[in-house]
Protein backbone atom coordinates (compact mmCIF):
# COMPACT_ATOMS: atom_id res chain seq x y z
CA UNK A 1 0.00 0.00 0.00
CA UNK A 2 1.29 3.24 -1.32
CA UNK A 3 1.58 6.63 1.61
CA UNK A 4 -1.39 8.22 -0.14
CA UNK A 5 -3.65 5.68 0.24
CA UNK A 6 -4.35 7.12 3.37
CA UNK A 7 -5.09 10.39 2.16
CA UNK A 8 -6.90 12.33 -0.42
CA UNK A 9 -4.33 12.68 -3.16
CA UNK A 10 -6.35 15.92 -4.74
CA UNK A 11 -7.17 17.22 -1.49
CA UNK A 12 -3.40 17.24 -0.48
CA UNK A 13 -2.05 18.35 -4.15
CA UNK A 14 -4.69 21.43 -4.38
CA UNK A 15 -3.76 22.43 -0.32
CA UNK A 16 -7.57 22.43 0.20
CA UNK A 17 -6.76 22.54 4.15
CA UNK A 18 -5.91 25.97 2.91
CA UNK A 19 -9.25 27.10 1.71
CA UNK A 20 -11.94 25.64 3.85
CA UNK A 21 -14.41 26.76 1.48
CA UNK A 22 -13.45 25.31 -1.57
CA UNK A 23 -12.90 21.59 0.34
CA UNK A 24 -15.97 21.68 1.86
CA UNK A 25 -17.67 22.51 -1.85
CA UNK A 26 -16.05 19.47 -3.20
CA UNK A 27 -16.59 17.12 -0.31
CA UNK A 28 -20.38 17.32 -1.16
CA UNK A 29 -19.71 15.14 -3.79
CA UNK A 30 -18.04 12.39 -1.34
CA UNK A 31 -19.04 9.70 -3.99
CA UNK A 32 -16.92 11.22 -6.70
CA UNK A 33 -13.62 12.46 -4.03
CA UNK A 34 -13.88 8.81 -2.78
CA UNK A 35 -13.96 7.23 -6.43
CA UNK A 36 -11.14 9.26 -7.67
CA UNK A 37 -8.87 8.12 -5.02
CA UNK A 38 -9.90 4.08 -5.45
CA UNK A 39 -9.15 4.73 -8.88
CA UNK A 40 -5.58 6.37 -8.38
CA UNK A 41 -5.09 3.43 -5.57
CA UNK A 42 -5.94 1.19 -8.22
CA UNK A 43 -4.01 2.69 -11.00
CA UNK A 44 -0.80 3.14 -8.57
CA UNK A 45 -1.06 -0.61 -6.75
CA UNK A 46 1.98 -1.98 -7.30
CA UNK A 47 0.75 -5.50 -7.12
CA UNK A 48 -1.67 -4.36 -10.69
CA UNK A 49 -1.09 -6.91 -13.21
CA UNK A 50 0.85 -5.87 -16.66
CA UNK A 51 2.74 -2.69 -16.68
CA UNK A 52 5.40 -2.29 -13.79
CA UNK A 53 4.76 0.42 -11.11
CA UNK A 54 7.93 2.10 -12.67
CA UNK A 55 6.59 2.04 -16.22
CA UNK A 56 3.27 3.88 -14.91
CA UNK A 57 5.06 6.56 -12.98
CA UNK A 58 7.31 7.14 -15.80
CA UNK A 59 4.16 7.70 -17.75
CA UNK A 60 2.36 9.91 -15.28
CA UNK A 61 5.16 11.92 -15.29
CA UNK A 62 5.31 12.57 -19.16
CA UNK A 63 1.49 13.55 -18.91
CA UNK A 64 2.08 15.91 -16.33
CA UNK A 65 4.92 17.21 -17.79
CA UNK A 66 3.17 18.12 -21.02
CA UNK A 67 0.28 18.90 -19.26
CA UNK A 68 1.89 21.46 -17.41
CA UNK A 69 0.59 20.67 -13.79
CA UNK A 70 3.30 21.57 -11.26
CA UNK A 71 1.66 19.97 -8.74
CA UNK A 72 1.10 16.79 -10.29
CA UNK A 73 4.92 16.07 -11.62
CA UNK A 74 6.11 17.11 -8.68
CA UNK A 75 4.24 14.02 -6.74
CA UNK A 76 5.22 11.75 -9.61
CA UNK A 77 8.34 12.36 -9.96
CA UNK A 78 8.90 12.13 -6.55
CA UNK A 79 6.97 8.78 -6.17
CA UNK A 80 9.86 7.43 -9.33
CA UNK A 81 12.60 8.80 -7.48
CA UNK A 82 11.43 6.98 -4.46
CA UNK A 83 10.96 3.58 -6.18
CA UNK A 84 14.14 3.16 -7.67
CA UNK A 85 12.97 1.64 -11.04
CA UNK A 86 15.00 2.85 -14.09
CA UNK A 87 13.89 1.48 -17.59
CA UNK A 88 15.69 -1.45 -18.88
CA UNK A 89 13.57 -2.35 -21.89
CA UNK A 90 13.94 0.34 -24.53
CA UNK A 91 12.20 -0.69 -26.99
CA UNK A 92 9.37 -1.75 -24.91
CA UNK A 93 9.77 1.79 -22.91
CA UNK A 94 9.80 3.89 -26.06
CA UNK A 95 6.49 2.76 -26.89
CA UNK A 96 4.47 3.76 -23.77
CA UNK A 97 6.28 6.77 -23.90
CA UNK A 98 4.95 7.13 -27.89
CA UNK A 99 1.34 6.26 -26.75
CA UNK A 100 1.02 8.68 -23.95
CA UNK A 101 2.69 11.71 -25.86
CA UNK A 102 0.09 11.12 -28.43
CA UNK A 103 -2.97 10.48 -26.33
CA UNK A 104 -2.12 13.70 -23.75
CA UNK A 105 -2.87 16.21 -26.18
CA UNK A 106 -4.36 15.12 -29.95
CA UNK A 107 -6.32 11.70 -28.57
CA UNK A 108 -8.30 11.94 -32.05
CA UNK A 109 -4.86 10.88 -33.83
CA UNK A 110 -4.99 7.73 -32.23
CA UNK A 111 -6.00 4.80 -34.51
CA UNK A 112 -5.46 1.16 -34.87
CA UNK A 113 -1.96 1.06 -35.43
CA UNK A 114 -0.55 2.78 -32.17
CA UNK A 115 -2.53 -0.47 -30.75
CA UNK A 116 -0.04 -2.51 -33.35
CA UNK A 117 2.45 -1.02 -32.49
CA UNK A 118 1.96 -1.60 -28.59
CA UNK A 119 1.03 -5.38 -29.37
CA UNK A 120 4.19 -5.33 -31.93
CA UNK A 121 6.58 -4.18 -28.52
CA UNK A 122 5.23 -7.19 -26.71
CA UNK A 123 2.31 -5.74 -24.61
CA UNK A 124 -0.33 -8.01 -24.14
CA UNK A 125 -4.33 -7.25 -23.92
CA UNK A 126 -4.26 -6.39 -20.10
CA UNK A 127 -1.11 -4.04 -20.28
CA UNK A 128 -2.81 -1.88 -23.08
CA UNK A 129 -6.02 -1.92 -21.19
CA UNK A 130 -4.20 -0.75 -17.84
CA UNK A 131 -2.00 1.86 -20.00
CA UNK A 132 -5.26 3.25 -21.67
CA UNK A 133 -7.00 3.47 -18.44
CA UNK A 134 -3.70 4.83 -16.69
CA UNK A 135 -3.33 8.07 -19.23
CA UNK A 136 -7.24 8.10 -19.64
CA UNK A 137 -7.33 8.78 -15.57
CA UNK A 138 -4.53 11.02 -15.85
CA UNK A 139 -6.24 13.45 -18.03
CA UNK A 140 -8.91 13.77 -15.69
CA UNK A 141 -6.77 14.12 -12.91
CA UNK A 142 -4.66 17.04 -13.96
CA UNK A 143 -8.40 18.89 -14.80
CA UNK A 144 -10.05 18.46 -11.72
CA UNK A 145 -6.96 19.72 -9.99
CA UNK A 146 -6.54 22.59 -12.64
CA UNK A 147 -10.67 23.39 -12.26
CA UNK A 148 -10.58 22.88 -8.07
CA UNK A 149 -7.19 25.37 -8.11
CA UNK A 150 -9.21 27.95 -10.37
CA UNK A 151 -11.99 27.77 -7.33
CA UNK A 152 -10.14 28.52 -4.77
CA UNK A 153 -8.86 32.24 -6.83
CA UNK A 154 -12.59 33.35 -6.71
CA UNK A 155 -11.66 34.18 -2.70
CA UNK A 156 -14.07 36.05 -1.04
CA UNK A 157 -17.04 35.37 -3.98
CA UNK A 158 -17.11 31.46 -2.49
CA UNK A 159 -19.42 33.13 -0.02
CA UNK A 160 -21.79 35.23 -1.95
CA UNK A 161 -25.20 33.93 -3.88
CA UNK A 162 -24.30 33.38 -7.52
CA UNK A 163 -26.23 35.90 -10.04
CA UNK A 164 -29.99 35.50 -10.78
CA UNK A 165 -31.00 33.60 -13.57
CA UNK A 166 -32.69 35.26 -16.51
CA UNK A 167 -36.37 34.28 -17.13
CA UNK A 168 -35.88 31.98 -19.96
CA UNK A 169 -38.43 32.32 -22.89
CA UNK A 170 -40.74 29.79 -24.44
CA UNK A 171 -38.86 27.21 -26.87
CA UNK A 172 -39.47 27.59 -30.52
CA UNK A 173 -37.99 24.74 -32.28
CA UNK A 174 -35.99 26.27 -35.47
CA UNK A 175 -37.17 25.50 -38.86
CA UNK A 176 -34.01 23.99 -40.25
CA UNK A 177 -33.62 21.66 -37.70
CA UNK A 178 -34.53 17.68 -37.62
CA UNK A 179 -36.91 17.20 -35.40
CA UNK A 180 -35.60 15.72 -31.55
CA UNK A 181 -35.46 12.21 -31.88
CA UNK A 182 -34.34 12.69 -35.84
CA UNK A 183 -30.65 12.35 -36.75
CA UNK A 184 -28.24 15.36 -36.53
CA UNK A 185 -26.05 14.96 -38.90
CA UNK A 186 -23.12 18.68 -38.97
CA UNK A 187 -19.40 18.29 -39.75
CA UNK A 188 -18.91 14.44 -39.04
CA UNK A 189 -20.84 14.63 -36.11
CA UNK A 190 -24.47 12.68 -35.53
CA UNK A 191 -27.14 12.30 -32.95
CA UNK A 192 -27.85 8.77 -34.88
CA UNK A 193 -27.06 5.67 -32.45
CA UNK A 194 -23.51 4.24 -33.23
CA UNK A 195 -21.83 1.06 -32.54
CA UNK A 196 -17.94 0.66 -31.66
CA UNK A 197 -15.63 -2.09 -32.58
CA UNK A 198 -12.22 -2.57 -30.78
CA UNK A 199 -8.65 -2.88 -31.70
CA UNK A 200 -7.49 -4.79 -28.96
CA UNK A 201 -8.28 -8.33 -28.42
CA UNK A 202 -11.51 -8.38 -26.43
CA UNK A 203 -12.28 -11.09 -23.42
CA UNK A 204 -14.11 -14.20 -24.74
CA UNK A 205 -16.74 -14.57 -21.95
CA UNK A 206 -16.12 -18.01 -22.22
CA UNK A 207 -12.61 -17.25 -20.56
CA UNK A 208 -13.78 -14.77 -18.27
CA UNK A 209 -13.36 -15.27 -14.46
CA UNK A 210 -16.38 -14.99 -11.78
CA UNK A 211 -15.28 -11.67 -11.15
CA UNK A 212 -15.00 -10.57 -14.43
CA UNK A 213 -18.66 -11.71 -15.19
CA UNK A 214 -19.90 -10.18 -11.95
CA UNK A 215 -18.09 -6.54 -12.74
CA UNK A 216 -19.80 -7.11 -16.49
CA UNK A 217 -22.70 -7.23 -14.97
CA UNK A 218 -23.21 -4.48 -12.55
CA UNK A 219 -21.01 -2.37 -15.15
CA UNK A 220 -23.87 -2.03 -18.22
CA UNK A 221 -27.05 -3.84 -19.08
CA UNK A 222 -25.20 -4.84 -22.81
CA UNK A 223 -21.33 -5.30 -20.90
CA UNK A 224 -21.25 -8.53 -22.07
CA UNK A 225 -22.11 -7.86 -25.76
CA UNK A 226 -20.31 -5.09 -25.84
CA UNK A 227 -16.41 -4.84 -27.11
CA UNK A 228 -15.77 -1.97 -25.06
CA UNK A 229 -16.44 -3.39 -21.60
CA UNK A 230 -14.96 -6.56 -23.51
CA UNK A 231 -11.73 -4.78 -23.54
CA UNK A 232 -12.33 -2.83 -20.24
CA UNK A 233 -12.78 -6.03 -18.04
CA UNK A 234 -8.81 -7.16 -19.47
CA UNK A 235 -8.22 -4.84 -15.84
CA UNK A 236 -12.02 -5.52 -13.74
CA UNK A 237 -10.75 -3.74 -11.17
CA UNK A 238 -9.99 -0.34 -12.95
CA UNK A 239 -13.24 -0.83 -14.69
CA UNK A 240 -14.92 -1.50 -11.44
CA UNK A 241 -13.57 1.81 -9.69
CA UNK A 242 -14.32 3.94 -13.17
CA UNK A 243 -18.03 2.99 -13.68
CA UNK A 244 -18.10 4.24 -10.11
CA UNK A 245 -16.73 8.00 -10.86
CA UNK A 246 -18.88 8.11 -14.27
CA UNK A 247 -22.10 6.87 -12.28
CA UNK A 248 -21.55 9.65 -9.79
CA UNK A 249 -20.60 12.42 -11.84
CA UNK A 250 -23.67 11.88 -14.26
CA UNK A 251 -25.99 10.54 -12.52
CA UNK A 252 -25.95 12.71 -8.84
CA UNK A 253 -29.05 13.88 -7.52
CA UNK A 254 -28.90 17.57 -7.47
CA UNK A 255 -27.06 20.68 -8.52
CA UNK A 256 -26.26 20.83 -12.43
CA UNK A 257 -28.82 19.53 -14.12
CA UNK A 258 -28.74 16.35 -15.83
CA UNK A 259 -29.20 18.18 -19.50
CA UNK A 260 -26.82 20.58 -18.98
CA UNK A 261 -24.11 17.70 -17.89
CA UNK A 262 -24.96 15.91 -21.08
CA UNK A 263 -24.03 19.54 -22.60
CA UNK A 264 -20.72 19.74 -20.75
CA UNK A 265 -20.16 16.26 -22.28
CA UNK A 266 -21.10 16.72 -25.82
CA UNK A 267 -19.07 19.78 -26.07
CA UNK A 268 -16.18 18.08 -24.65
CA UNK A 269 -16.34 15.14 -27.07
CA UNK A 270 -16.67 17.33 -30.00
CA UNK A 271 -13.71 19.50 -28.98
CA UNK A 272 -11.76 16.05 -28.53
CA UNK A 273 -13.30 14.81 -31.82
CA UNK A 274 -14.98 11.55 -30.30
CA UNK A 275 -17.91 10.81 -32.90
CA UNK A 276 -19.08 7.92 -30.54
CA UNK A 277 -19.20 10.22 -27.12
CA UNK A 278 -21.05 13.12 -28.64
CA UNK A 279 -23.67 10.91 -30.35
CA UNK A 280 -24.66 9.18 -27.00
CA UNK A 281 -24.72 12.31 -25.01
CA UNK A 282 -26.44 14.35 -27.32
CA UNK A 283 -29.19 11.92 -27.71
CA UNK A 284 -29.39 12.15 -23.78
CA UNK A 285 -29.39 15.80 -23.88
CA UNK A 286 -32.53 15.41 -26.26
CA UNK A 287 -34.29 13.21 -24.59
CA UNK A 288 -33.55 15.34 -21.38
CA UNK A 289 -34.58 19.22 -22.46
CA UNK A 290 -36.61 17.68 -25.64
CA UNK A 291 -34.48 19.93 -27.79
CA UNK A 292 -31.80 19.52 -29.82
CA UNK A 293 -30.72 23.19 -31.26
CA UNK A 294 -27.58 24.00 -28.89
CA UNK A 295 -26.50 20.47 -29.58
CA UNK A 296 -26.40 21.31 -33.34
CA UNK A 297 -24.80 24.79 -32.56
CA UNK A 298 -22.11 22.56 -30.50
CA UNK A 299 -21.81 20.32 -33.81
CA UNK A 300 -21.56 23.26 -36.14
CA UNK A 301 -18.87 25.58 -33.64
CA UNK A 302 -18.53 24.62 -30.09
CA UNK A 303 -16.63 27.98 -29.55
CA UNK A 304 -19.97 30.20 -30.21
CA UNK A 305 -22.34 27.51 -29.17
CA UNK A 306 -25.41 28.40 -26.30
CA UNK A 307 -28.67 29.08 -27.09
CA UNK A 308 -28.46 31.51 -23.83
CA UNK A 309 -25.65 33.49 -21.48
CA UNK A 310 -26.05 29.96 -19.22
CA UNK A 311 -25.18 27.72 -21.97
CA UNK A 312 -22.27 29.60 -23.97
CA UNK A 313 -20.56 30.16 -20.45
CA UNK A 314 -20.90 26.27 -19.99
CA UNK A 315 -19.84 25.34 -22.78
CA UNK A 316 -16.96 28.04 -23.28
CA UNK A 317 -15.97 26.55 -19.76
CA UNK A 318 -16.05 22.83 -21.11
CA UNK A 319 -13.57 23.64 -24.15
CA UNK A 320 -11.11 26.25 -21.71
CA UNK A 321 -10.70 22.58 -19.38
CA UNK A 322 -10.32 20.31 -22.69
CA UNK A 323 -7.65 22.91 -24.60
CA UNK A 324 -5.62 24.32 -21.67
CA UNK A 325 -6.70 22.85 -18.11
CA UNK A 326 -3.59 24.69 -16.47
CA UNK A 327 -4.64 28.38 -18.18
CA UNK A 328 -8.21 27.71 -16.25
CA UNK A 329 -8.84 31.00 -14.29
CA UNK A 330 -11.07 32.28 -11.71
CA UNK A 331 -12.36 34.59 -14.27
CA UNK A 332 -13.66 31.87 -16.30
CA UNK A 333 -15.48 30.32 -13.40
CA UNK A 334 -16.27 33.94 -12.30
CA UNK A 335 -18.07 34.01 -15.89
CA UNK A 336 -20.04 31.41 -14.65
CA UNK A 337 -20.99 32.19 -11.39
CA UNK A 338 -22.34 35.14 -13.59
CA UNK A 339 -24.51 33.58 -15.72
CA UNK A 340 -26.27 32.33 -12.42
CA UNK A 341 -24.29 28.86 -11.25
CA UNK A 342 -24.13 28.18 -7.62
CA UNK A 343 -20.59 26.61 -6.61
CA UNK A 344 -22.22 23.09 -6.56
CA UNK A 345 -23.45 22.95 -10.23
CA UNK A 346 -19.96 24.51 -11.38
CA UNK A 347 -18.39 21.18 -9.40
CA UNK A 348 -20.43 18.98 -11.81
CA UNK A 349 -19.43 20.95 -14.83
CA UNK A 350 -15.82 21.04 -13.48
CA UNK A 351 -16.34 16.99 -12.93
CA UNK A 352 -18.03 16.09 -16.16
CA UNK A 353 -15.77 18.01 -18.28
CA UNK A 354 -12.90 16.01 -16.58
CA UNK A 355 -14.66 12.77 -16.78
CA UNK A 356 -15.27 13.02 -20.48
CA UNK A 357 -10.82 13.64 -21.00
CA UNK A 358 -11.45 9.87 -19.57
CA UNK A 359 -13.92 8.69 -21.38
CA UNK A 360 -13.04 10.33 -24.94
CA UNK A 361 -9.46 8.62 -24.93
CA UNK A 362 -10.71 5.08 -23.85
CA UNK A 363 -13.14 5.55 -26.84
CA UNK A 364 -10.52 6.91 -29.59
CA UNK A 365 -7.80 4.80 -28.63
CA UNK A 366 -9.11 1.40 -28.37
CA UNK A 367 -11.41 1.21 -31.02
CA UNK A 368 -13.52 2.94 -33.45
CA UNK A 369 -17.05 4.35 -34.07
CA UNK A 370 -19.04 2.36 -36.54
CA UNK A 371 -21.73 4.37 -38.57
CA UNK A 372 -25.15 2.08 -39.17
Not at 44 to 50: E, R, T
Amino acid sequence: MTETQTLDLIDSLTQLDQFPAVKAIRHQRAKVVDATQGSYNQLFDPALPGLTLGERLRVAQTISRLSDSASLLQHYSAQLAALHDPAVDAPREAALQKFATLLTHKPVEGDRSSIDALLAAGLQPPEIIALAQLIAFLSYQIRVVAGLQALTALGDDLHAAPAAAASSETFVHPHHLPKPGEALRINGFTSETLGWKAWVPVLQLEQATPEQLAILEASHPSAKTSQYYLALIHQPQILQERSVVFNAIMYAPGGLSRAERELVSAAVSCINGCVYCASVHAQRFEQLAKRNDVIAQVFENPHTAGTNAREKALVQFAIDLTEAPNQLSGQRLQQLREAGLSHMEILDALHAAAIFAWANRLMLNLGEAVHP
